[in-house]
């Protein structure tokens, strides 16, 4: 019997006498000594990666307002070039980032 020449974590295959070492799926490196997990690629690492109505937080494309909304309650919370933007709804004066208000006539 003959020792398993590959890693403890590699996949051994023999065929036609003829032994072959393979990292197992999700895993790289030398199948002969160590095979070691894939690291997954985060979706992003700045703004500039993601959609211009998200951000990148956390290593991920998504809403700013979702995250921090800074708008007043009545206000409406849109992204514009990774950041959140406040407006007041039609018909509302005010500072949408502190108080939408109607005007009175």
């Known amino acids: 019997i003959v020792a398993n020449p590959c890693a403890t974590n590699a996949v051994c295959d023999v065929r036609q006498h003829s032994v072959t070492c393979n990292c197992p799926s999700g895993f790289t490196g030398d199948p002969f000594s160590n095979c070691y997990a894939i690291e997954p690629r985060p979706e992003c690492t700045s ?4 959609p211009q109505d998200q951000a990148c937080v956390n290593e991920r494309c998504i809403n700013p ?5 800074p708008c007043a309650p009545q206000a409406r919370c849109t992204a514009r ?11 509302y004066g005010g500072d949408p980032y502190r108080q939408c208000y109607r005007p009175e006539c």
């Open 65 to 69: 307002c979702i995250i921090d909304n």
């Open 47 to 50: 703004d500039p990666e993601c």
């Open 81 to 91: 070039a990774h950041h959140p933007v406040c407006t007041c709804p039609e018909g």
